[in-house]
C-alpha cells in the first residue's frame, strides 16, 4: 500500500504545510514528524475509513479535530454546514453502532525502568464520549496495529467504563489493554490547579522542617513539600511531592486563591540538580506540563491583588430567630443561620417542591451549538420532550437519586447571646479586634488560642442551653449519635470558601457532649488560621457569627465530593469530577487519604476512571453507575444553586448508605 501525502497551501502549518497521511505504514519518525504533545507525551489524532478501507493519520498543527477534518476534506462539507448540526454529525462517528469512520488518537510512552530510561510503547484510545461496542473497537485495534512499526507494542486504553466492560469478553492476547489509572497513576508531574507564579521556593522534606520555618513565609514564597498542611498561608504557589487529590482542602484553597499548584514527585532530584531550594524561580502549572525555571534574579514583584481583596458579607441578623428543623429554612436564611445550614434547607425545598429549573445549564448557548437540552433529554430518557416536560423530568431525577440530611439549625442569635454572657470573652474579642486594627500580628495568635480556650470553658447560658436540648429531644432521649457542624456567615462565599478552616465533630452522644460540640464549633471561629484568612480577605470580626447544624449521624459505605467541573480544564463544560473513599467524605478533603476518582460526562454520558487510590482497586460497575447518577444530579443542581451565572460551579460533599441511598451533606460554590 502507498503512502500519500495531503497538502493544502491554505491549510499549512508553518513551512512544512499539510503532513497529514494517507494510507501506508507509520513509522516512529513520522509518528513524531506529525504528533503534537499533550499531557507531556507525543500524540497524534487517527481515522479509520471502513467503507475505504485506508485510514488517515493527521498532522497535529494543521487538524486539531477529527470532525472538522472527516466533514471537510473527506466528505466535503462546508465547517457552516458542519455546525449547523454538529451533534447530529457528532453522533454519526461517535455512537452510531455501523459507523463508516472510527476516530481515536494514538499516544507515545515509556515503560519506567529502575535501570534508566525503559522501552517505548504506544497507546491507542478514542474521545471519552466514543460508545464503540466490542467488535468494533477488536477491528479498530487490529487496523492500526497492522500498520504500525512492529517493533513499538501497541495497548489499547478503554476510554469509559462501557469500553470496559465491552472488552471484558475479548481476551487481553486478542486486544491488549492498558487502563488509564494504571498508564497514569505514576505520573512524575500533575496539575493539580493551573497557574503561573514567580516566587522563592521553600522546600520542606518533613512536617518538622515546615513548621519550624511556618513564621517566616510570606505571600512570595512557593512552599513545596509531601503533602501541605491545611493552615498553609497564603502564599505564591504550593507543590506537592507525593500524591494528593484536587479535592483537598489546600487544592480548595490554591483555587480559591488563584495560585499554581501541582504534584512534582521529582522534586527532590530538581532541588539538588539545580540547587532550587531558597532560589528564585518561575512556577508554571497547566494541564500538559509543570516547570520550574530559576531565575536569574529576584523578580520585581508587587504585593498580589488579594492584598487588596475586600469580600464583602450581610449584615448577620441577631434578632430573635428561633432553632429551625433545616428543611424550614430556604437560601434567604443565611443571615440567621449561615451559608451551610441556608442551603441545605433550600437543598429540602428543591427535592420537596420540584418547582426549581435545573435545565438552566443545558439551555445556554454552547457555540455552535444552540444548547445542550438534547443531550439532557437523552440523558432523562425523554428524547423528545419540551423545555417544560424536561423540567419536570429533571427535577423527578434529581428527587429520585439523593436525600437531604434532617436535623436543625442553630441561629446566629445564640451564638451572640453566649459570646455576650461572658465578660471576659468581651474583653478578649476587644483586645484581638485591636490588635488587627494596629496590624500587631506577633500578638494575634496567642489573643486568638487564648480565646478559643475561654469558649470552650465558658458555661452554657440557661437559655442558651434549653434552646438546644429542646431542639432534639428524639435523638438526646435515644443516645443516638449526632454530627455538629459549621454554618458560619464567613464561609461559602464565592471567593471565601474557607475550607477546612472551622471545625466539625462527628462523634457527638448525649446532652453534655453536644454542648461541648457546639462551644468547639463557635471556639473555631476565632482560631489563629480563621481570623488571619477572614482579615486578609477584608471581613470585619464584628461581622463574623456562626450558626450550627445538628444532625443525626448517617453511617457510610461510600463518601466523597464531587465538583461539577473538571478542575484541571475549566472550560470544559461536560464533565462532573467525582472523588470518594469508604467511609466518610472527612478522608477526601482532608487528604488523609487518596481517593478514587472519577470524571463523568454529563452532556453525552459516559465515566471513566481516573485513580483508584488507596484502596488499590476500582469501583463495581454498579456503584459506578450509581455515580454517574450523582454527577448528573450534581450538574442538575448547579443551575438552581449557582447564584450569579449557571456555569459557575459546586462542590457538594456527598456519602452513600449501605443500601444504596445518596445523602448530600453539603453544597457550596466551588472556588473559582
Known amino acids: 500500500m502507498s503512502v500519500t501525502v495531503t497538502f493544502d497551501p491554505a491549510d499549512a502549518a508553518g513551512a512544512g504545510g499539510d503532513r497529514t497521511v494517507v494510507g501506508g505504514n507509520l513509522s516512529l519518525p513520522l509518528f513524531r514528524t506529525l504528533s503534537g504533545v499533550l499531557a507531556g507525551h507525543p500524540y497524534l489524532k487517527v481515522v479509520v475509513d471502513r467503507h475505504e478501507d485506508t485510514w488517515h493519520v493527521l498532522d497535529t498543527q494543521a487538524h486539531p479535530f477529527h470532525v472538522n477534518y472527516i466533514a471537510t476534506r473527506i466528505l466535503g462539507m462546508t465547517l457552516e454546514q458542519l455546525d449547523a448540526d454538529l451533534d447530529a454529525f457528532n453522533a454519526s462517528v461517535y455512537m452510531d453502532p455501523e459507523r463508516r469512520f472510527l476516530l481515536g488518537v494514538l499516544s507515545l510512552h515509556t515503560e519506567r525502568s529502575a535501570d534508566g530510561p525503559g522501552n517505548p510503547f504506544l497507546v491507542l484510545e478514542t474521545t471519552e464520549a466514543d460508545t464503540m461496542h466490542g467488535a468494533l473497537l477488536e477491528e479498530f485495534y487490529r487496523y492500526v496495529c497492522g500498520r504500525l512499526d512492529g517493533r513499538l507494542p501497541l495497548l489499547l486504553k478503554p476510554a469509559n467504563h462501557g469500553q470496559e466492560l465491552e472488552l471484558a469478553s475479548i481476551s487481553e492476547a486478542v486486544v491488549p489493554r492498558i487502563l488509564s489509572h494504571k498508564l497514569f497513576g505514576d505520573r512524575t508531574r500533575t496539575c493539580l490547579h493551573p497557574g503561573e507564579a514567580e516566587g522563592r521556593l521553600r522546600h520542606f522534606r ?34 506537592n511531592t507525593t500524591p494528593i487529590t484536587p479535592l483537598s482542602h489546600t487544592n480548595v484553597l490554591a483555587s480559591g486563591w488563584g495560585i499554581p499548584n501541582a504534584i512534582v514527585r521529582d522534586l527532590d532530584t530538581l532541588v539538588q540538580r539545580d540547587g532550587l531550594d531558597g532560589a528564585w524561580v518561575r512556577y508554571q ?76 445549564f443545558h439551555a445556554r448557548p454552547r457555540p455552535p451549538r444552540r444548547d445542550l437540552l438534547g443531550h439532557l433529554g437523552a440523558r432523562l430518557g425523554e428524547q423528545e420532550a419540551s423545555r417544560e416536560q424536561l423540567r419536570t423530568a429533571a427535577a423527578r431525577y434529581v428527587a429520585a437519586t439523593v436525600r437531604a440530611p434532617e436535623g436543625v439549625a442553630l441561629p446566629f442569635r445564640l451564638h451572640h447571646l453566649f459570646l455576650t454572657s461572658s465578660p471576659a470573652i468581651q474583653q478578649g474579642i476587644g483586645k484581638l479586634k485591636m490588635a488587627l486594627e494596629l496590624e500587631a500580628f506577633d500578638i494575634v495568635d496567642p489573643l486568638c488560642l487564648n480565646l478559643q480556650h475561654l469558649v470552650r470553658g465558658t458555661p452554657m447560658p440557661q437559655e442558651v442551653a434549653r434552646a438546644i436540648t429542646s431542639s432534639v429531644p428524639g435523638l438526646l432521649a435515644g443516645g443516638q449519635r449526632m454530627v455538629v457542624r459549621s454554618s458560619s456567615n464567613a464561609e461559602d462565599l464565592p471567593g471565601f470558601s474557607a475550607a477546612g478552616i472551622y471545625d466539625s465533630v462527628t462523634t457527638v452522644r448525649g446532652a453534655e457532649q453536644l454542648m461541648d460540640a457546639v462551644r468547639q464549633v463557635w471556639a473555631s471561629l476565632l482560631s489563629p488560621r480563621s481570623v488571619r484568612l477572614r482579615h486578609q480577605a477584608g471581613i470585619s470580626l464584628d461581622d463574623t457569627y456562626m450558626g450550627v447544624i445538628v444532625q443525626e449521624y448517617v453511617p457510610a459505605a461510600l463518601g466523597g465530593v464531587l465538583v461539577t467541573c473538571n478542575p484541571t480544564r475549566r472550560e470544559d463544560f461536560r464533565n462532573v469530577y467525582v472523588n470518594c473513599t ?25 465515566g471513566r476512571t481516573l485513580d483508584v487510590g488507596g484502596v488499590g482497586e476500582d469501583l463495581p460497575a454498579s456503584t459506578r453507575a450509581a455515580l454517574a447518577r450523582l454527577a448528573l444530579t450534581g450538574r442538575l443542581l448547579q443551575s438552581h444553586f449557582s447564584a450569579d451565572d449557571a456555569d459557575d460551579a459546586l462542590d457538594i460533599e456527598w456519602l452513600m448508605t449501605d443500601e444504596g441511598v445518596f445523602h448530600l451533606v453539603q453544597i457550596r460554590p466551588y472556588a473559582r
Open 582 to 606: 469508604p467511609g466518610s467524605p472527612e478522608q477526601v478533603v482532608d487528604g488523609t487519604v487518596l481517593p478514587q476518582q472519577y470524571l463523568y460526562n454529563t452532556v453525552e454520558g459516559g
Open 206 to 239: 518533613t512536617s518538622a522542617e515546615y513548621e519550624a520555618a511556618a513564621d517566616q513565609l510570606g505571600w512570595s514564597d512557593i512552599v513545596a513539600m509531601p503533602r501541605l498542611p491545611d493552615d498553609v498561608p497564603r502564599v505564591a504557589g504550593f507543590i
Open 285 to 360: 502549572v497547566s494541564e500538559d506540563a509543570v516547570t520550574l525555571e530559576p531565575l536569574p534574579a529576584p523578580p520585581d514583584l508587587k504585593k498580589p491583588a488579594w492584598h487588596q481583596q475586600r469580600i464583602r458579607i450581610e449584615t448577620p441578623q441577631l434578632a430573635e430567630a428561633p432553632v429551625l428543623a433545616l428543611h424550614r429554612l430556604r437560601r434567604t436564611d443565611r443571615d440567621s443561620y449561615g451559608t451551610k445550614a441556608a442551603n441545605l434547607g433550600e437543598l429540602h425545598h428543591v427535592l420537596d417542591s420540584r418547582t426549581a429549573d435545573l435545565t438552566v
